[in-house]
């Protein structure tokens, strides 16, 4: 007679002798990840780097201003590929790959080529920039901008003297950027600089805010910062950068183009047609300051602009 | 408890509660730090929304009276009269205090100069008579068919503000214009009824002259 047996438990059940023997420790001791865990959660690591920060000015470019938390930078602005509302690219921005990533880099120069994301980085200094941003909406914030100087790529590259502009695009994809679905604006997203703007030591090419790498809505991995400039001009997850000698089209411009110009300089003289830009509202304050001229760079740049008429070159 | 009664006393301040929910819930959400980095920002486009929201509720309730034959909601027509009135209210404080802290050369400067303004101002300017004129004694006072005319304005208020809201959007115009066609719908039926019976009583058939010999 055949007596059938149950199955043995198999041996990858059995608990092994030395945690069964210290089975209270390892209780103790999932407890302690799980409290870890927990802490991790209710402070990110972005807020610990933020708490770490230094405060105040060390670089030259540096403003004195306090930063806005990294919680305000990463929840309120526009990245209209991922929404027209300010808090949707946080919201809508988590299944975008920035990985791997590779820029053209083409037009007036002398070796036009594709780089990976970690090549083009190569050799480049890297150094934290705390610069005022100012949306042409009229609001603003102190973000600890981390990246390096553009005119470092331009000098590596060797542009042409044909160069007299430099035109950016970014990523096209929208079955990961919603917005690009939605034809408001025309996809993708374009922008440019004139040549001596784009080589000026504030302009920056951005990977990083508070130390860590870029936030995917806030333009990962490589953005455009011109800190004189109204936000929009800071173009976000960039493809393509081009050397040419005409100026560019961007992509405000086109949308309207007597609303948004070419340059977009701040400037609290010259009124969006809509809405004035004389004050902005620094997010987290209630009373409204007075917007600075070039966003208070003036000082730095405003010869670039000399004997221009800013009404005309808005 | 009678029908008027119920409607008195249960569905109407029933109703008034719902339509106090929006503001509610902005209030908790501010003290909460629900509301994005902004707030100040945030309560200036909800209150704005809905405005507009309880004008084309407003408007919609004799449109749907004829097209569903249920004439009870008119009752209720006031009611959302007076609330986009409120949130209306609200909503210019807070451009007048949030955005322009009471500085009024400026605000004049802004309501000749910028269009958005105007047309915002406008839909409000249209309105208040309308919430000034809305208790009983003030329709017997005046009579009902120079009342009813005066409360045309809604639909002047209506389409303001939409205007208002479609002058205001940066790229995105999609918000406002589903606000845009769901007035147009609303003045469509509007039209369909009062053309109706004007079309009906007429003869499909022409009449021929009959030939004498």
């Known amino acids: ?314 | 408890m009678t029908r008027g009664n119920r409607i008195r006393y249960v569905y109407k301040p029933f109703v008034a509660l719902l339509a106090l929910l929006p503001l509610s819930l902005l209030i908790w959400n501010f003290l909460h730090h629900n509301l994005s980095v902004n707030p100040l920002d945030d309560i200036t486009d909800e209150t704005g929304t809905w405005t507009l929201r309880f004008l084309i509720l407003t408007l919609a309730m004799t449109p749907f009276r004829h097209l569903t034959g249920w004439t009870t909601v008119v009752l209720f027509r006031r009611m959302f009269g007076l609330f986009a009135f409120f949130y209306g209210t609200l909503h210019l404080f807070t451009y007048l205090y949030l955005d322009k802290f009471f500085e009024w050369a400026d605000i004049v400067e802004d309501i000749g100069k910028r269009p958005f303004i105007t047309a915002g101002m406008t839909a409000f300017l249209l309105m208040f008579p309308l919430a000034a004129t809305s208790f009983d004694r003030m329709i017997r006072w005046m009579g009902g068919k120079r009342w009813k005319m005066l409360h045309r304005l809604a639909y002047g208020a209506g389409i303001a503000g939409v205007i208002h809201y479609l002058w205001l959007v940066k790229a995105d115009t999609s918000r406002p214009l589903t606000y845009g066609a769901i007035l147009l719908f609303l003045f469509g039926v509007r039209i369909y009824v009062f053309l109706k019976p004007r079309l009906v009583r007429r003869s499909p058939y022409p009449s021929k002259e009959i030939p004498t010999s």
Not at chain 1, 51 to 58: A, S
Not at chain 1, 160 to 172: G, H, L, M, N
């Open chain 1, 1 to 314: 007679m055949l007596i059938k047996r149950g199955n043995d438990i198999p041996s990858s059940e059995i608990t092994p002798e030395h945690i069964y023997v210290h089975r209270r420790a390892f209780l103790r001791a999932a407890a302690a990840a799980g409290i870890a865990v927990a802490l991790r959660e209710a402070f990110p690591e972005s807020l610990r780097a933020q708490d770490r920060w230094p405060q105040g000015k060390r670089g030259p470019y540096d403003t004195d201003e306090k930063p806005n938390t990294y919680k305000e930078i990463t929840t309120y602005n526009n990245f209209y590929e991922f929404g027209t509302d300010k808090g949707d690219p946080a919201k809508n921005s988590s299944l975008f790959k920035t990985k791997p990533w590779t820029v053209r880099i083409e037009g007036e120069l002398k070796r036009p080529a594709t780089y990976a994301l970690e090549d083009l980085l190569k050799g480049k200094t890297i150094e934290d920039r705390i610069y005022r941003f100012r949306c042409v909406e009229g609001w603003s914030m102190v973000i600890p901008w981390r990246g390096f100087q553009l005119s470092e790529l331009i000098k590596q590259v060797e542009p042409t003297s044909r160069a007299k502009y430099i035109a950016f695009e970014t990523v096209y994809r929208p079955e990961e950027m919603m917005g690009q679905r939605r034809p408001y604006l025309t996809w993708p997203y374009v922008e440019g600089l004139r040549m001596d703007e784009a080589m000026h030591p504030l302009t920056l090419l951005v990977t990083g805010l508070y130390g860590k790498d870029l936030p995917n809505q806030n333009g990962a991995p490589l953005r455009l910062i011109v800190p004189w400039k109204y936000g929009f001009k800071g173009i976000k997850s960039i493809v393509k950068i081009r050397f040419v000698e005409k100026e560019p089209p961007t992509t405000w411009n086109l949308a309207t183009p007597d609303e948004y110009g070419f340059y977009s300089n701040v400037n609290p003289d010259v009124d969006h047609p809509r809405w004035s830009q004389k004050t902005e509202r620094r997010i987290g304050e209630f009373l409204k300051r007075k917007t600075l001229m070039f966003n208070g760079y003036a000082e730095q740049v405003a010869h670039l602009y000399a004997g221009m008429d800013l009404r005309k070159y808005f």
